[in-house]
């Protein structure tokens, strides 16, 4: 049962369904695929808000590097997959992945895990 946090610019995405997952970094405990996932903004905050429970359908490895390469379950990502994954994260491209990935504070290359709900 894994509560996660998003900043207010991807609830309109989460609530549209155009955000089908999460990237996160690894946990020492995380959601499986039929855990229930508890989908925030503002948590730990005054007036947080739940914007969904949905149910945990899949749960890969990820790497992104610092070039931007990207690698799922050990095999990377050509472009258009990349592109494609940026927008089910709520980005309008890669690139603005890789931006919000970079700023303010470089966090790549990143390791972490993709946790997707229907």
């Known amino acids: 049962m894994g509560l996660y946090n998003?900043?207010?610019?991807?609830?309109?995405?989460?609530r549209a369904g155009t955000k089908k997952h999460t990237i996160r970094a690894t946990r020492s405990v995380c959601?499986?695929?039929?855990?229930?996932?508890?989908?925030?903004t503002g948590l730990r905050q005054k007036?947080?808000?739940?914007?969904?429970?949905v149910p945990c359908v899949k749960v890969e490895n990820i790497l992104i590097t610092t070039g931007g390469w990207v690698r799922i379950d050990g095999l990377y990502l050509a472009d258009d997959e990349r592109?494609?994954?940026?927008?089910?994260?709520?980005f309008e491209s890669f690139a603005?992945?890789?931006?919000?990935?970079?700023?303010?504070?470089?966090?790549?290359?990143f390791r972490g895990?993709?946790?997707?709900w229907k």
């Open 31 to 40: 959601d499986k695929p039929g855990d229930t996932m508890h989908l925030y």
């Open 113 to 116: 895990k993709i946790f997707h």
């Open 83 to 90: 592109e494609a994954l940026a927008r089910r994260d709520g």
């Open 96 to 109: 603005a992945m890789l931006e919000f990935w970079r700023e303010p504070k470089n966090r790549l290359p």
């Open 6 to 14: 998003f900043q207010p610019r991807f609830v309109p995405f989460i």
């Open 47 to 53: 007036g947080a808000t739940l914007i969904a429970r």
